[in-house]
T-cell receptor, first 112, second 115 residues
Framework: TQLLEQSPQFLSIQEGENLTVYCNSS?????LQWYRQEPGEGPVLLVT?????EVKKLKRLTFQFGDARKDSSLHITAAQPGDTGLYLC????????????FGQGTILTVHP | GAVVSQHPSRVICKSGTSVKIECRSL??????MFWYRQFPKQSLMLMAT?????????EQGVEKDKFLINHASLTLSTLTVTSAHPEDSSFYIC???????????FGPGTRLLVL
């Protein structure tokens, strides 16, 4: 099984704080996706990274793909209550027939 | 954009009946669609992979005769839960991807409640 370890599983913080979510694997991925999901809805794509060392920014969110393409991180600056949700990382491999390997998810709660 | 729709968004049915869920890619052709099941506060569990014009590939432990998948066109896949039982109650989500791309775009999900 090609695992993608996501941590932490739960994160409860105050508005304005910074946070980082990690996804790690012993295997190489050709792409890494980050999704955000709210209760009762489907996951929404935040970003796809494909190049080792790549950094992408989406407003207060910064995504990084490790140099070896085995790990990734999501950093949120000055978190807001609207950031609350389930964050999922998902790795893709060209040999996996399109399947994604999902992390366990991080439930983020940002308190006003 | 890459928009995926699902219908219905929620359904309540009696035990023993069958329920069909539709997944459509609205603005792109999806060579592959995926069906997932999700339990509360957990990650996604892949049920099956559906390629247009061919039989679906089911993950280990998923009963293909219970969860019938049809991918009749490049924009439509359907999941039919046959002879539904209360333990089939769950949140079902589909996703779609373009040819040779790894990114999947998800539908809004279908909440199934079997009484």
């Amino acid at each position: 099984t090609q695992l993608l370890e996501q941590s932490p599983q739960f994160l409860s913080i105050q508005e304005g704080e910074n946070l980082t979510v990690y996804c790690n694997s012993s295997s190489v991925f050709s792409s890494l996706q980050w999704y955000r999901q709210e209760p009762g809805e489907g996951p929404v794509l935040l970003v796809t990274v494909v190049t080792g060392g790549e950094v992408k920014k989406l407003k207060r969110l910064t995504f990084q793909f490790g140099d070896a393409r085995k790990d990734s991180s999501l950093h949120i600056t000055a978190a807001q209550p609207g950031d609350t949700g389930l964050y999922l990382c998902a790795g893709g491999r060209r040999t996996s027939y399109g399947k994604l390997t999902f992390g366990q998810g991080t439930i983020l709660t940002v308190h006003p | 954009g890459a928009v995926v729709s699902q219908h219905p968004s929620r359904v309540i049915c009696k035990s023993g009946t069958s329920v069909k869920i539709e997944c459509r890619s609205l603005d792109f052709q999806a060579t592959t669609m995926f069906w997932y099941r999700q339990f509360p506060k957990q990650s996604l569990m892949l049920m099956a992979t559906s390629n247009e014009g061919s039989k679906a590939t089911y993950e280990q432990g998923v009963e293909k005769d219970k969860f019938l998948i049809n991918h009749a066109s490049l924009t439509l896949s359907t999941l039919t839960v046959t002879s539904a039982h209360p333990e089939d109650s769950s949140f079902y989500i589909c996703s779609a991807r373009r040819f040779r791309q790894e990114t999947q775009y998800f539908g809004p999900g279908t909440r199934l409640l079997v009484l």
